[in-house]
Nanobody, 127 residues
Framework: VQLQASGGGLVQAGGSLRLSCAASGRTFSSYYMGWFRQAPGKEREFVGC????????MYADSVKGRFTISRDYAKNTVYLQMNSLKSEDTAVYYC?????????????????????WGQGTQVTVSS
């Protein structure tokens, strides 16, 4: 599985961005596609994820009500719509795929549940 994230950039506080994550390869066995972020000097943290089977989503408390994950099966792409951005949302955002039965048993809110990662895209929110 290969992942290509895009859509990052510089935006003012209160603005919006939409990140995309295009997947290729053996994606039919994937269970979750997730988004994580890592700010300078901080650990990578969960942002949200979407189930491939039923489209259900989960979000970190810090982004609930502001961020929305969606998917386009035809394009094999997952999106992260980010609204009402805050300076604390500044980070490198990574998309990831959980593929294979072993990983499906792990809580999708933790990084260990994902075995394929994209290269990351920088999001900078200016205050």
């Amino acid at each position: 599985v290969q992942l290509q994230a895009s859509g990052g950039g510089l935006v003012q506080a209160g603005g919006s961005l939409r990140l995309s994550c295009a997947a290729s390869g053996r994606t039919f066995s994937s269970y979750y596609m997730g988004w994580f972020r890592q700010a300078p000097g901080k650990e990578r943290e969960f942002v949200g994820c979407i189930s491939r089977s039923d489209g259900s989503t989960m979000y970190a408390d810090s982004v609930k009500g502001r961020f929305t994950i969606s998917r386009d099966y035809a394009k094999n792409t997952v999106y992260l719509q980010m609204n009402s951005l805050k300076s604390e949302d500044t980070a490198v955002y990574y998309c990831a795929v959980s593929s294979g039965s072993t990983y499906s048993r792990i809580d999708p809110r933790i990084a260990a549940a994902y075995n394929y990662w994209g290269q990351g895209t920088q999001v900078t929110v200016s205050s």
